[in-house]
């Protein structure tokens, strides 16, 4: 069986990464599944918080650790892959890189200027997060960098682009 391919969306929370994700998924010729830590969180995926207690950190670190494993279970299945992350910490992009070394990872920054990143989290996000995330960007090596302030469609068009161009030189 064939190893799915997986296209990485790195970037602050209100950077735009969702709506790049479902751009990316209508107008690439493969079908590709879109996977997210968000859809595990928002579908109740996790310990049921009865309170603060000491052990949270550790349930939050074992939460990611299985995210990043199954990143690479999925693609290992055959699933070609749009994935959607803040990689908050070097380890984590450590982790992720030493999973999927065998999967030829294309790796996208997606960049917004903090003001379009302050205005997109006074809806339904932490106001102070995306500041807050910036640093992802210091933890990854990417071989695309995108800036979700210009249109989505041609962020979108210039991402498949560059991975239609990387597949071309691939043996």
């Known amino acids: 069986m064939q190893h799915g391919r997986i296209i990485f ?15 990316l998924r209508e107008i690439l010729p493969e079908p590709f599944c879109y996977y997210a830590s968000d859809q595990l969180a928002d579908a109740g995926f996790g310990v049921l918080k009865r309170g ?8 939050r670190n074992r ?7 199954s990143i690479a ?14 990689v908050e910490e070097k380890s ?17 920054g997606v960049h917004a200027p903090i003001e379009d990143l302050e205005r997109r989290e006074r809806g339904d996000r932490t106001i102070g997060e995306a500041r807050f ?6 933890h990854c090596n990417y071989d695309l960098e995108v800036d979700t302030h210009e249109p989505t469609d041609q962020v979108a068009a210039r991402i498949a682009d560059a991975w239609r161009q990387r597949r071309a030189f691939k043996p």
């Open 9 to 23: 969306l790195n970037g602050t929370s209100s950077s735009g990464k969702s709506t790049l994700a479902k751009a």
């Open 52 to 59: 603060m207690h000491h052990g949270m950190r550790g349930e």
């Open 63 to 69: 939460f990611f650790d299985g995210f990043h494993r």
């Open 73 to 86: 279970a999925f693609a290992e299945a055959g699933n070609d892959l749009i994935v959607e992350h803040i």
């Open 92 to 108: 984590w992009s450590d982790e992720i890189r030493k999973l999927t070394a065998h999967l030829g990872v294309f790796w996208i």
């Open 133 to 138: 995330h910036l640093k992802t960007h210091a």
